[in-house]
Each structure stands twice: as C-alpha cells, then as structure tokens.
DNA sequence: CCACAATAATTTGATATCAATATAATAGGT
DNA sequence: ACCTATTATATTGATATCAAATTATTGTGG
C-alpha cells in the first residue's frame, strides 16, 4: 500500500467509529424500525405518530413552524401530510386570515388513532430505555444540541 | 376540555420533549442536510460518503455485513448502490465462491472521491463537535446502544 | 395604486427507506 | 443425486427526504 492508501485506510476506520452523522443515521433507522414495528397495529409509522403528536394542539399549527420543529424541509413535510390526510387523522385548511398558510388540524379519528398509539408509545418507549442503559436525560440533550 | 382530552394533551407534550425516536430522526435530518450540503461540491450525499467510506477495505465486503453494520435494510443497500455504481464509484460482482454473494469494490475513481470528502468531512465534523459542544464520546456510545 | 420583494406552500425529480415478495444458489438430509 | 430448507440478493410499491423551481399571497417603497 502507498502511503495516500495507508493514510486514507486509517482516516475511514476512524470515521466509521467516530463520526456522528454515521451514528445519529444508524440509531434513527434502527429507533424507526422499531415504533414502526409497535405502530403497525394501529395503521401508522413512527414519523407519522410524531407527526399526529405535534398536531395535537389546541390552536391549529400552519406548517412552517411544524417543519421547524421536526427539522425536515417545508416540501417533505407537505408530502408526509398527503396520506395522514387520506386516512381522515388529519385535515389541512387554508388560513383565511393568511391565505398562503395552512391550518394542520387532527380531526377527531386522528385523536382517536393517536389515543391509542400513545399507550403503544409509552411502554415501548420505557423498554426503549430500560434497554439502552446509560442517562437518557444526557442522550436526550445531545441530539437536542444537533437539532 | 374532558378528561380524556387534557390526558392525552399531557402525554403529547411528554412524549414531544422525551422521545428518543423524534429526537434521534431530527438530529438525522439536521446532520445529513449538513453534511450533504458540506460534500455537494464532491458529488456525493452523507449517506454515500458513509457507504464508500465503509467499502474501503483491503478486502471486498458480501452486502448483509455491510447492511447491518449501516443498521439498513438489505434491500436498501441494494437501492443505495444503484447510483454509486452509475458514477463509477463502486462496482458489485458476483462472488465466484458463492453466486449469491456479491462482492462490493470501491473503484480507482471512488477511492479518489473519497479521499477528497474526507478531507472535508474532518474539517465539518471538527466544527460540528465545537458547535454542540458536550462530550462527544458520551453521545456515541448513546447512540451505539441504539444502533 | 403599482411594481417588486418577501413569505408560505406546492410540485418535480432524484435518492432513501422498509416490508413483502420473488429469484437464485448453496447446504443438508436421505 | 434429489428434495427441501436456508441464505443472499433483487424487485415492487408505498412513504420519506431534500433541493430547485413554481405558484399564490402578502407586504412595502415610491
């Protein structure tokens, strides 16, 4: 091996441990896996639970700030809507006093669907921790500072 | 509001500040926008970066291997491969020993897109680890116990 | 009032993701 | 050698993701 060779090998043995975008794609998938697996009973995906939790509001969201808070660009959002819609959960108005924006409502399927992905969520989510160990709080913290 | 509706308000905003799976997907967005914005100029996404840089091996790696140390899907792989095979940058061959098998080689040229990202990627994670701050190893080790 | 900038959301095209199913090849038992 | 179970990957269909370009609406300076 040259040298550029050696030098390159030792450079991806150490991003494959170390780098943090690697990580944080694997824990999602792997964490999505999972509420995807415990949510499919009630008709729905792990982004899609988050997403009918943030729509339980009592002042209907426009979607702007909902993308800000899920992180993901305004369009993806305007696609994981379309088949929430489909399936009734949730019901998106214009804002008369704005016409541009949209008013995300959970109708009230939608609250029943999320009543009971909620239970889900609650003991997974304990089984979840109780596994992985370590300070949850800390973890927590950590990607909140990525986000 | 009933009963049943300030419960389910409560747990929503619970689950809105305590989930790993909604805090794990943000930080995975945050970090792959970031990153695929940082290697643009090199042509190659996050997740590209991260599959080369796991098939720069002195010896050719079978896809399962590769599948679960990324924590994806096989058949993801497979989809992931498709557009690294028509920029050249890897090739798959059927493995002689085993016709199931196939061997993943990164090429000359995806050596060379490589070692160029790497570049950039030390740079990106250096600033990334200054930016949010903490104890970095503490967040991967939360993460590897995800994952 | 009008032209133009700024804002909110959508559309389009490419890649990513998974489950379910299918295809192909090897391994094991008889 | 044959039949079957197992293993390795690929295909299909639905959703997720983003950037770039587009549409629609509001705000603003003149």
Redesign the pocket.
């Known amino acids: 091996m040259t040298r550029k060779e050696t030098d390159l090998a030792e450079a991806t043995i150490h991003i494959r441990d170390h780098c943090l975008c690697l990580h944080a ?1 694997r824990a999602a ?1 792997a964490l ?2 999972r509420f ?2 415990a949510l499919r009973p009630h008709g729905i ?1 792990s ?2 639970f988050s997403l009918l939790n943030v729509l339980n509001r009592r002042e209907p969201v ?3 700030p909902v993308a800000k808070f899920l ?13 929430l819609e ?1 399936q009734g959960l949730v019901s ?1 108005e214009v804002d008369p006093d ?5 008013k995300l409502i959970l109708t009230a399927e939608g609250r029943k669907v999320l009543r009971a992905a909620v239970a889900v969520w609650k003991s997974e989510h304990a089984a979840l921790e109780k596994e992985i160990g370590g300070d949850p709080d800390a973890l927590r913290a950590g990607l909140r500072a990525i986000a």
């Open positions: 794609q998938r999505a896996r995807d697996d995906t982004g899609q426009a979607m702007g992180a993901m660009d305004r369009s993806t959002l305007t696609a994981n809507l379309k088949p489909r998106v704005d016409r541009r924006s949209r």
